[in-house]
């Protein structure tokens, strides 16, 4: 049968078995971890493939690794609506001065 698409519908076929035919024992393992930012204390539990030698212990009693990150979506300003104002007019005036045409 023909498919009405053309060469989608084949396409299609070759990523599923390319898929399919994925080696056994060279994928990473996901376990439970906890992620906490540092700035606000955030936590949350997810899946990943890093480890910590750092333990918590969890609401549901047990222990996770623990990766602590400098930035999550409870203290970043595009989540939060909080602009930090930065001083960079010092830096931009400085680079100007050290690399301006003479």
Request: charge should be positive.
């Amino acid at each position: 049968m023909r498919n009405p698409r053309g060469g989608r519908y084949t396409a299609a076929l070759s990523l599923i078995r390319l898929v399919s035919a994925m080696k056994a024992g060279i994928h990473p393992e996901y376990r439970d971890v906890v992620f906490q930012d540092v700035t606000t204390d955030f936590q949350f539990r997810t899946r990943s493939t890093l480890g910590s030698k750092e333990s918590i212990k969890w609401e549901d009693g047990q222990e996770y690794p623990l990766i602590k990150v400098d930035i999550s979506s409870a203290s970043h300003p595009f989540y939060t609506g909080k602009q930090k104002l930065m001083d960079t007019s010092g830096r931009v005036d400085k680079f100007r001065k050290r690399y301006a045409q003479k």
